[in-house]
């Protein structure tokens, strides 16, 4: 499985901006893809999460104001931020895996076993 994220860049507080995470060597339909986050000095941290049954997942940080979508052709997916705050600043890393077994958190970076090299998302004015 290759991920490749983009979309990164600087954007105002209150402003909006769309990741784009690349997925190739299998079946993004058969993935449980999750949306992380490092911000300086700052651990990384699980942001928002689709099961492969389309189940989605967000932090409480983000619930309202990111959206994870896909596009018809089931190869990209896509992170919707909007309502930016200086805090969401930080290096954006898509990741896969196959199956999150039963009581693990789907915002856990432990449960996934790939991962692009990541985008910059910069919030300030």
């Known amino acids: 499985v290759q991920l490749v994220e983009s979309g990164g860049g600087l954007v105002q507080p209150g402003g909006s901006l769309r990741l784009s995470c690349a997925v190739s060597?299998?079946?993004?339909?058969?993935?449980?893809i999750g949306w992380f986050r490092q911000g300086p000095g700052k651990e990384r941290e699980g942001v928002a999460s689709?099961?492969?049954?389309?189940?989605?997942y967000y932090a409480d940080s983000v619930q309202g104001r990111f959206t994870i979508t896909e596009d018809n052709a089931k190869t990209t997916l896509y992170l919707e931020m909007s309502g930016l705050k200086p805090e969401d600043t930080g290096v954006y890393y898509c990741?896969?895996?196959?199956?999150?077994?039963?009581?693990?958190?789907?915002?856990?970076?432990?449960?996934?076993?790939?991962w692009g090299q990541g985008t910059q998302v910069t919030v300030s004015s």
């Open positions: 990741a896969a895996t196959l199956f999150v077994f039963s009581g693990r958190s789907y915002l856990q970076q432990s449960v996934y076993d790939y």
């Open positions: 060597g299998f079946a993004l339909d058969k993935l449980v």
């Open positions: 689709i099961s492969n049954s389309e189940a989605t």
